[in-house]
């Protein structure tokens, strides 16, 4: 910034003021690798006497390593009673598709029994955790409202609390974490793909989530658990992260990662975004056409195998580009919802499952009411600062 040598201090403030707003929405996302950071399943030091001699569960998937090895498997290295593993959505090695049935079933390398966490047994049974003194958690969050992890911690946090069991939360950086936005969920539209009044975009890691789950007496009949969360070394909040491992099949990159929380509405409408491509999660389109725009067919492959459109051209938008990750808004994009609502141009775009995803029964009308990005957006600021005065009592890292 250049030194004004003016000596009207009301101007050099203001000149200030500008410089600031400036460089806040104009400067470029800084996207970091992963290993600047040390995630708390590398301080083996710090959690290592909260398991010894206990016997350990540990809620984890493909995500869930210390360096290459899994932390199942470096935890029996260093002989630690670790007699079951919870798996998630996508299952503990990661391969199921959304949506899909993940079994009971025995680890082949560890011999481990592997208790699915999604479908209908998606808390914890006293049963289950009969044998268990306490629980380790470990997956990489994206900081998504409806990614379904934050809710399977959150059951799991609650049967360990109605069992006086502990819980860890081995904590990861959010690579969708340098923002919060988009509208708060209704009590009416509570469940798995949102179990709190949060927004689509939280701005929290996954253990200050806990942290503020727990606290704020937000698991059935505010009950609390016996929560330590190990937090990260280096984490820089204003920055996403290049993630070394895919969080979730059709999330493969940090640009698939970093347009999710726009995406993901359109799991609840007729358009394809982009699974059984190269690209999920990047490209978006429906069966309708439309002169000039990106078009690509679904095919089915190891990822998918049956995927929406299967085999039929769609036509739509690419947004694989990099423009977007040097230039990420801090917000969730509409525009591209309301393009292809008006590109199909049909009652039924929307479906049942959208306001799930949105968290309320208001988005949906406002779109199909051609209402503008500015109007809707400004319909979420009360909920939305109302909400920042809640989560900024968890932060355990600096924040923006």
Same mark, same amino acid.
């Given at each position: 910034m250049p030194i004004l040598k003016s000596k009207n201090t009301k101007m050099i403030a203001l000149y200030v003021l500008i410089t600031l707003i400036f460089y806040k929405y104009n400067a470029q996302t800084c996207i970091l690798n992963y290993s600047t950071v040390t995630c708390g399943a590398q301080q =083996?030091?710090?959690?290592?006497?909260?398991?010894?001699?206990?016997?350990?569960?540990?809620?984890?998937?493909?995500?869930?390593?210390?360096?290459?090895?899994?932390?199942?498997?470096?935890?029996?290295t260093l002989r630690i009673n670790v007699v079951k593993v919870f798996g998630p959505e996508h299952g503990f090695r990661g391969k199921t598709e959304a949506g899909d049935k993940v079994a009971n079933t025995i680890d082949t390398k560890t011999g481990l029994p592997i208790i699915s966490l999604y479908g209908k047994n998606k808390?914890?049974?006293?049963?289950?955790?009969?044998?268990?003194?306490?629980?380790?958690?470990? =997956?990489?969050?994206?900081?998504?409202?409806?990614?379904?992890?934050?809710?399977? !911690?959150?059951?799991? !946090?609650?049967?360990?609390?109605?069992?006086?069991?502990?819980?860890?939360v081995l904590d990861r950086p959010n690579p969708n974490g340098f923002y919060v936005d988009g509208p708060l969920l209704q009590n009416k539209y509570k469940g798995f793909l949102g179990?709190?009044?949060?927004?689509?975009?939280? *701005?929290?890691?996954?253990?200050?989530?806990?942290?503020?789950?727990?606290?704020? *007496?937000?698991?059935?009949n505010k009950i609390k658990c016996k929560l330590t969360v190990i937090p990260l070394i280096n984490?820089?909040?204003?920055?996403?992260?290049?993630?070394?491992?895919?969080?979730?099949?059709?999330?493969?990159?940090?640009?698939?990662?970093?347009?999710?929380?726009?995406?993901?509405?359109?799991? *609840?409408?007729?358009?394809? =975004?982009?699974?059984?491509?190269?690209?999920?999660?990047?490209i978006v389109g429906v069966t309708k056409f439309v002169a000039n725009s990106y078009t690509f067919i679904p095919l089915a492959n190891k990822l998918t195998n049956n995927p929406k459109y299967n085999g039929i051209t769609c036509y739509?938008?690419?947004?694989?580009?990099?423009?977007?990750?040097?230039?990420?808004?801090?917000?969730?994009?509409?525009?591209?919802?309301i393009q292809m609502a008006k590109y199909d141009n049909s009652k039924d775009f929307f479906d049942k499952n959208f306001n799930y995803h949105s968290g309320n029964d208001t988005l949906q009308k406002q779109i199909s009411l051609n209402q503008s990005e500015t109007k809707i957006r400004k319909s979420w600021e009360k909920d939305l600062n109302n909400y920042k005065k809640i989560r900024v009592k968890y932060l355990l890292y600096p924040d923006f």
């Open positions: =083996i030091e710090n959690y290592l006497p909260l398991l010894k001699n206990k016997k350990v569960a540990v809620l984890t998937n493909i995500s869930g390593v210390v360096g290459n090895t899994t932390l199942v498997d470096t935890l029996l808390k914890p049974t006293p049963e289950q955790l009969n044998n268990v003194d306490v629980v380790v958690f470990d =997956i990489q969050d994206v900081g998504v409202r409806f990614y379904t992890y934050i809710s399977t !911690m959150c059951y799991a !946090m609650e049967a360990c609390a109605e069992l006086n069991k502990e819980f860890i179990l709190h009044n949060v927004p689509i975009v939280y *701005g929290l890691t996954i253990g200050e989530y806990a942290n503020m789950a727990n606290n704020e *007496g937000w698991l059935k984490y820089k909040r204003n920055c996403s992260y290049e993630l070394p491992i895919a969080p979730s099949p059709n999330l493969p990159n940090i640009q698939s990662i970093l347009l999710y929380p726009s995406l993901g509405l359109f799991e *609840g409408t007729k358009t394809s =975004i982009g699974r059984g491509t190269k690209l999920p999660f990047q739509g938008l690419n947004l694989s580009n990099d423009v977007y990750l040097k230039n990420h808004p801090k917000t969730i994009e509409l525009k591209w919802l």
